[in-house]
C-alpha cells in the first residue's frame, strides 16, 4: 500500500497561485489529484501515468494546472495557477497500481491521502 502525506494547501485569493505536494512512499504506475468541495461529487484534477510518460487533466483546470514529480524525492507536486473561487476543495494526493492507462485517464485511484485544503476568495 503506497503511503501519501500531502502539504501545500492554504487560502489564496482569486488569481493567485498555490503548489502542493505529495510525499510518497513510493512511485506507482499512476499517480495524481483529485478533490472534492463539501456537497460535490469527487472530481479528478490530474494525473501522471509513468509507463506512458503521460499526464492528464480534468477539464476545468486544464491550463492552469500542472502536475509534476520528483523522482529522488518520491514527491508529487501539483502547480496551480489562475485559481478561482471553485477550485475551493480538499486536495488529495492519489495513486494506483495499474499498468492500464485509461485507469490514469480517468482518475481512478485507489488509494490517497489525507488531503489538503484550498480555499480560494474573492
Known amino acids: 500500500q503506497v503511503e501519501l502525506v500531502e502539504s501545500g494547501g492554504g487560502s489564496v485569493q482569486a488569481g493567485g497561485s498555490l503548489r502542493l505536494s505529495c510525499v510518497a512512499s513510493e512511485f506507482t504506475y499512476c499517480m495524481g489529484w483529485f478533490r472534492q468541495a463539501p456537497g460535490k461529487q469527487r472530481e479528478g484534477v490530474a494525473s501522471f501515468f509513468f509507463t506512458g510518460r503521460t499526464a492528464y487533466y480534468g477539464d476545468s483546470v486544464k491550463g492552469r494546472f500542472t502536475i509534476s514529480q520528483d523522482n529522488d524525492k518520491n514527491t508529487l507536486y501539483l502547480q496551480m495557477n489562475s485559481l478561482e473561487p471553485e477550485d475551493t476543495a480538499m486536495y488529495y494526493c492519489?495513486?494506483?497500481?495499474?499498468?492500464?492507462?485509461?485507469?490514469?485517464?480517468?482518475?481512478?485511484?485507489?488509494?490517497w491521502g489525507q488531503g489538503t485544503q484550498v480555499t480560494v476568495s474573492i
Open positions: 492519489a495513486a494506483r497500481r495499474t499498468t492500464d492507462g485509461g485507469n490514469c485517464r480517468s482518475f481512478a485511484f485507489s488509494t
